[in-house]
């Protein structure tokens, strides 16, 4: 089983059946959402779907103590190894065997812009992650995203649909019912909403509109999901 936790607003931790800490879009310090200290948490690799300040504000401390490798866009990828951090760079369509399994980097519409000292020369696109484990389980963490027709291309390929639903900056509950349509994933996580008053949503009310397209788990920050 897979184990995937939730640490508020889009970051969420998984562990592979090996044992492999992946951690996406580490928020932890500045996370109203998030009660556990980065110091805390375990990481062999760190991924991080774009350069907003609440998916990569604890990537260089994380790695630092770690020693994880982060997977990010090209552009994030070299500011990381600039910061001397090890990186693996991708890019959106592309694909890369890791020995935890397989990372497509996945479009997202979204900004580009990385929130660091120093990031602004570092421009580069939004995206998200489709991610198959060896186990065999398939998730897909969307990132920040519009709805896109371009989702229905992964119709089939996902298990585990992590989704933002907050609106204002992303997908709101309404368009994430589309993607999900689009989608046809079995488990779908809402996440990017509640952190702050300006994307509080009614997770409830969204799990009702999702009705029998697929299974909501609404997670709670520092819940624990297996796959
Ligand atoms: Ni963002
Ligand atoms: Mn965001």
């Given at each position: 089983?897979?184990?995937?936790?939730?640490?508020?607003?889009?970051?969420?931790?998984?562990?592979?059946?090996d044992?492999?800490?992946?951690?996406?879009?580490?928020?932890?310090?500045?996370?109203?959402?998030?009660?556990?200290?980065?110091d805390?948490?375990?990481?062999?690799?760190?991924?991080?779907?774009?350069?907003?300040?609440?998916?990569?504000?604890?990537?260089?401390?994380?790695?630092?103590?770690?020693?994880?490798t982060?997977?990010?866009?090209?552009?994030?990828?070299?500011?990381?190894?600039?910061?001397?951090?090890?990186?693996?760079?991708?890019?959106?369509?592309?694909?890369?065997?890791?020995?935890?399994?397989?990372?497509?980097?996945?479009?997202?519409?979204?900004?580009?812009?990385?929130?660091?000292?120093?990031?602004?020369?570092?421009?580069?696109?939004?995206?998200?992650?489709?991610?198959?484990?060896?186990g065999?389980?398939r998730?897909?963490?969307?990132?920040?995203?519009?709805?896109?027709?371009?989702?229905?291309?992964?119709?089939?390929?996902?298990?585990?649909?992590?989704?933002?639903?907050?609106?204002?900056?992303?997908?709101?509950?309404?368009?994430?019912?589309?993607?999900?349509d689009?989608?046809?994933?079995?488990?779908?996580?809402?996440?990017?909403?509640d952190?702050?008053?300006?994307?509080e949503?009614?997770?409830?009310?969204?799990?009702?509109?999702?009705?029998?397209?697929?299974?909501?788990?609404?997670?709670?920050?520092?819940?624990?999901?297996?796959?």
């Amino acid at each position: 089983m897979a184990k995937l936790t939730f640490y508020g607003h889009a970051t969420f931790g998984l562990e592979t059946d090996d044992g492999t800490r992946l951690v996406i879009d580490p928020f932890f310090g500045d996370n109203p959402a998030c009660d556990v200290s980065v110091d805390d948490v375990a990481a062999d690799f760190i991924l991080l779907t774009h350069g907003h300040f609440d998916h990569v504000a604890d990537a260089i401390p994380l790695s630092e103590r770690t020693g994880a490798t982060i997977i990010a866009s090209y552009e994030i990828a070299a500011y990381m190894e600039e910061k001397g951090r090890p990186a693996s760079p991708q890019h959106i369509g592309g694909g890369v065997e890791y020995p935890f399994g397989h990372v497509k980097m996945t479009p997202a519409l979204h900004g580009g812009k990385l929130d660091l000292p120093g990031g602004e020369k570092f421009t580069t696109m939004a995206g998200g992650f489709l991610i198959t484990l060896v186990g065999g389980q398939r998730f897909y963490h969307a990132g920040d995203t519009s709805l896109m027709t371009d989702m229905q291309l992964l119709k089939g390929l996902v298990d585990v649909a992590v989704l933002p639903i907050g609106d204002r900056f992303t997908m709101g509950p309404a368009d994430a019912v589309r993607a999900i349509d689009f989608i046809e994933p079995k488990v779908v996580i809402p996440c990017h909403y509640d952190t702050w008053p300006p994307i509080e949503q009614d997770a409830a009310a969204f799990a009702a509109a999702v009705g029998d397209r697929a299974q909501v788990q609404v997670m709670m920050p520092n819940a624990l999901f297996e796959f």
